[in-house]
């Protein structure tokens, strides 16, 4: 059975730096993809930021520049480094992964952005 857990929001300043965890039982080298995606209320789930098997990335326009993301195998953990943080990153940020054209989700950590 596939578990995410996420862990590493908080309430951070305009400017300031997060840096999201999410820990996954099993391997995710077997994964095809993983993504953070943020869910601000009233919104839907949009993705931010994602990574391949093979390690292309790809993110929203609107971290472009601010956020990375990268895994690492050995500790079965996918991050997000969110940088220059703004109100509008404010939300709840959940972890997924994809395998065979299933999804599977964490529960979700909230991020929260003071200006």
């Known amino acids: 059975q596939v578990q995410l857990v996420e862990s590493g929001g908080g309430l951070a300043q305009a400017g300031g730096s997060l840096r999201l965890s999410c820990v996954v039982s099993?391997?995710?080298?077997?994964?095809?993809?993983m993504g953070w995606y943020r869910q601000a209320p009233g919104n839907q789930r949009d993705l931010v930021a994602r990574?391949?098997?093979?390690?292309?990335?790809s993110f929203a326009n609107s971290v472009k520049g601010r956020f990375t993301i990268s895994r690492v195998d050995a500790e079965k953990t996918v991050y997000l480094q969110m940088n220059n943080l703004k109100p509008e990153d404010a939300g709840v940020y959940y972890c997924k992964a994809t395998r065979a054209k299933i999804d599977y989700w964490g529960q979700g950590t909230q991020v929260t952005v003071s200006s």
């Open positions: 990574i391949t098997r093979i390690g292309i990335t």
């Open positions: 099993g391997t995710i080298f077997n994964f095809d993809a």
